[in-house]
């Protein structure tokens, strides 16, 4: 018996937006290089990057925080009230607590610092792309913030283990295999978790849990 031929995925589909046409340059270079990825728009500001953004539909837009006449922020707010499917990596050199804050309570599903070596771009790319959320890891020192420990909610060994793979990206069934626990059981602890992060959905419980430093 023949064997049916595999459909090869499709590439991610990235639009990049930056007011600075070297680090586009840069990144556009970069990323068509990449077989899974695919460059499909870029915009020098913000108003040019909302408009390629509603006309490709992009997978991803990686987007400047600071751009005239609005940033990567402010996009990743409107993105997120039109109920896009499109996900926002912000491409930033400012390396401040309360903009990566800011930027999550946005709805941006990645953080990513200028300084940072490329690979890491195309990494942060597959990672929101497939649910999950990218945090510099220069960032980890300064995630924590001034909360004191007994502030922060307390979540059990489990409930953080769940949070980290979803952060991961995975599904409620891949958590389940990898902890050897049902989907029932992981769902129960999504639950949980939300309750105690005051979290409407499981996408804010992991960023709430990033944010207090409850997970990495």
């Known amino acids: 018996m023949p064997i049916p031929h595999q459909k090869e995925p499709l590439p991610f589909r990235c639009v990049v937006a930056d007011d600075h046409p070297a680090i586009i340059d840069a990144l556009a270079r970069f990323l ?14 913000g108003e040019q990057a909302m408009r390629t953004i509603e006309a490709e539909a992009p997978d991803v837009a990686i987007l400047d925080l600071r751009m005239p006449p609005f940033g990567g922020i402010d996009i990743a707010r409107r993105l997120i009230e039109s109920q896009s499917k499109t996900v926002v990596l912000l491409y930033t050199a400012h390396a401040e607590r309360a903009l990566l804050m800011e930027a999550l309570d946005a709805g941006a599903r990645g953080f990513l ?104």
């Open 113 to 216: 610092l200028k300084e940072a070596p490329l690979d890491d771009v195309a990494r942060a790319i597959r990672l929101v792309s497939g649910g999950g959320i990218y945090i510099d890891p220069a960032l980890a020192g300064i995630v924590a913030g001034p909360e004191s420990a007994a502030r922060l909610p307390h979540l059990t060994p489990r409930e953080r283990e769940v949070l980290r793979l979803l952060a991961d990206g995975m599904r409620n069934e891949q958590v389940g295999l990898e902890l050897g626990i049902s989907p029932l059981t992981v769902r129960t602890h999504v639950k949980n978790a939300m309750d105690k992060l005051a979290a409407d959905t499981r996408t804010e419980a992991v960023a709430s849990a990033l944010r207090q430093s409850l997970i990495s």
């Open 32 to 45: 068509e290089d990449e077989p899974d990825i695919e460059l499909v728009g870029r915009a020098h500001d």
